[in-house]
């Protein structure tokens, strides 16, 4: 069912690309008169100047050896993703030796925490061609998101066309992996959007891992310049994916899991004199279908749905400094066969206010999370920019920050582990100083910075022997400590970027085992390479790894060829071309493999 309803989407993508083809090569149409929605759903501007941050382009995106979005997150400087196989099945995102509950993920600034569990926060429901940019900003950033953006925010922007396109593409490689993907959309005066549909699947790399993945999503943005504007986006995902020992490593359990994601956002806008107000509506569904194994039809299995509901009111307004101030009200809801059913709420007034002195910028904020089950939770930060001459800038952070439990750490019980209904959020206090360096003569951004964070009443699944099942608990206190160093060089040719970051962690717990805690990289390199222009018109993206954990060092490499002959681009890419032999999250990855495809642009 998966396979025809996907394969009539891209065949209906098909044909409005078609439509857009016959009107000739494509041509530059006229701006869409929408004021660019950089404010509300873009990083606060005050914020991302006094903290690291990376943001990477449409072009820089396109380059990537990816196809699936969340795959993509991957090769962003300064994260790390584990996953259970290639492919868009599912992953856990870290930064700067956070867990995987504690990196916030957003799609134009609306949160994507799944109530039931951070699993699922990368059940990304667009493609990688509808993305404008994604944007990283690492540190707490719980005063202006709120709860889990402990280490850090992943702002995904989708696009609004600024002209006709179209775009289609197949794909083949490794494992029996066939991907078909077809994009297409347009602008006007006044209007601008896109329709994007893909199907991707794979016979596994082992047994029980094979996939199937549709996704089919949309947008359409209408305004006029300096008057009231609005948009509408829509994207749905479904997955179908073998499970081999995913989640009891060693066990042998044949699982087997469907997923579903709907995802529907609202937006209105406008911008008044000195300032920009908006309000966007959003709506996400979640089902999650597991089986233990698929092959003892005895052993037990689970369903959970869960919604989140919102409202998010944004403004901003520029005087003597830039004050940002808004309201964000949402329900979480989950109905579950093993979980039961829940409901939550909470509603967060939060303020902003950017201001410069000079040579010294100072950024303040605070948000206040008033939730029905866990109380009120104040989250405040302060960052300051100080400007040592035209090429050299310090800069430091503090903020608090914290995250609530998942309905799986409050509610989930079986032979092997056991939830807690007592379960209190998790806080924590960070800070920061770097340097951040642009010399004049060169495209050069370099930059060196010290963090520390420490968190209290962490939440852990943790046991006191081999033996015993694993409970969720508030367990204890956790320092981190650690430097990032990175460059990122820009010019006509392409761009680098390479990225170091160490994150010592010290837990202190009186249990013998902890699940999560301590599951990050201590040393993490990462060198990065879009070079354009090569002989033979070649284009290249190259990504160096080194990743070093308590149990496991590795290398990875991952390369990139493609080159365009008018409307067609051929494309080759290799993953872990080292060979290496590694796992992540517990399950084993595969060695080499490729994919190779070809692109039109019609």
Request: with cysteine; net charge negative.
């Amino acid at each position: 069912m998966l396979n025809k309803v996907y394969a009539l989407a891209i065949a209906f993508v098909l044909g409005f690309a078609s439509a857009a083809g016959a009107q000739g090569t494509i041509q530059e149409a006229a701006p869409v008169l929408l004021p660019p929605v950089t404010v509300s759903c873009g990083l606060p501007p005050g914020c991302a100047a006094t903290r690291p941050t990376v943001v990477l382009e449409r072009a820089d995106l396109a380059a990537l050896p990816a196809h699936d979005l969340a795959e993509a997150l991957r090769f962003l400087p300064g994260v790390t993703l584990e996953s259970r196989g290639p492919g868009p099945v599912t992953g856990d995102l870290s930064l700067r030796g956070s867990t995987f509950s504690q990196v916030l993920v957003l799609i134009d600034g609306v949160r994507l925490a799944d109530p039931q569990t951070a699993h699922h926060n990368l059940d990304l429901p667009l493609l990688l061609e509808d993305v404008e940019r994604i944007e990283v900003l690492e540190g707490p950033a719980c005063a202006r998101y709120g709860a889990d953006a402990v280490a850090g925010v992943i702002n995904i922007i989708t696009r609004t066309p600024r002209a006709n396109f179209a775009r289609l593409e197949g794909a083949g490689g490794s494992f029996a992996t066939t991907r078909a993907a077809a994009a297409a959309g347009g602008a006007t005066d006044s209007f601008a959007g896109f329709l994007s549909a893909s199907r991707e699947a794979s016979a596994g790399y082992r047994f029980d891992t094979d996939f199937e993945v549709g996704t089919l999503a949309g947008k359409l943005a209408a305004g006029a310049e300096g008057g009231p504007g609005g948009e509408l986006f829509f994207g749905l995902q479904d997955k179908d994916f073998g499970a081999f020992d995913f989640y009891s490593p060693g066990r042998g359990f044949a699982s087997r899991e469907q997923t579903g994601t709907r995802l529907v956002t609202a937006a209105l806008h406008s911008a008044p004199r000195d300032g920009y107000l908006e309000a966007r509506a959003y709506f996400r569904e979640h089902e999650d279908d597991f089986r233990l194994d698929f092959q003892r039809p005895s052993l037990s299995g689970s369903h959970h749905r869960t919604r989140l509901a919102g409202l998010q009111l944004y403004g901003q307004w520029e005087g003597r400094g830039l004050l940002s101030a808004g309201l964000d009200v949402r329900g979480e809801t989950i109905e579950s066969t093993s979980l039961g059913d829940h409901e939550r709420g909470v509603a967060s007034p939060f303020a902003e206010y950017a201001l410069g002195l000079g040579p010294l910028s100072v950024d303040a904020a605070v948000r206040l999370d008033a939730y029905s089950r866990f109380g009120p939770q104040g989250s405040p930060s302060l960052g300051l920019l100080w400007r040592l001459g035209p090429q050299l800038a310090a800069r430091a952070q503090a903020a608090t920050a914290y995250r609530v439990p998942s309905y799986t750490e409050l509610y989930y019980r079986d032979l092997a582990n056991q939830g807690s209904a007592s379960l209190k959020p998790e806080r924590s206090l960070s800070w920061g100083a770097g340097l951040v360096a642009t010399p004049a003569a060169l495209p050069l951004e370099a930059s060196l910075d010290y963090f520390e964070r420490r968190e209290r009443g962490i939440i852990d699944w943790v046991r006191g022997s081999t033996s015993a099942p694993w409970q969720a608990v508030n367990s204890g206190r956790v320092e981190v400590r650690g430097l990032e160093a990175k460059l990122d060089w820009g010019a006509r040719w392409g761009r680098a970027i390479i990225d170091y970051v160490l994150a010592e962690k010290d837990l202190k717990s009186e249990a013998a085992f902890s699940k999560y805690v301590l599951t990050n990289p201590r040393h993490q390199l990462t060198a990065s390479l879009w070079r354009r222009g090569l002989p033979l018109g070649l284009d290249l993206f190259g990504q160096l790894t080194w990743r070093s954990f308590e149990s496991q060092d590795y290398t990875l490499l991952d390369l990139t060829l493609s080159r365009r002959f008018g409307p067609y681009e051929l494309f080759a890419e290799g993953h872990n071309l080292f060979d290496a032999h590694y796992t992540e999250d517990l399950v084993g990855r595969p060695g080499v493999w490729g994919l190779g495809g070809v692109r039109i642009r019609l």
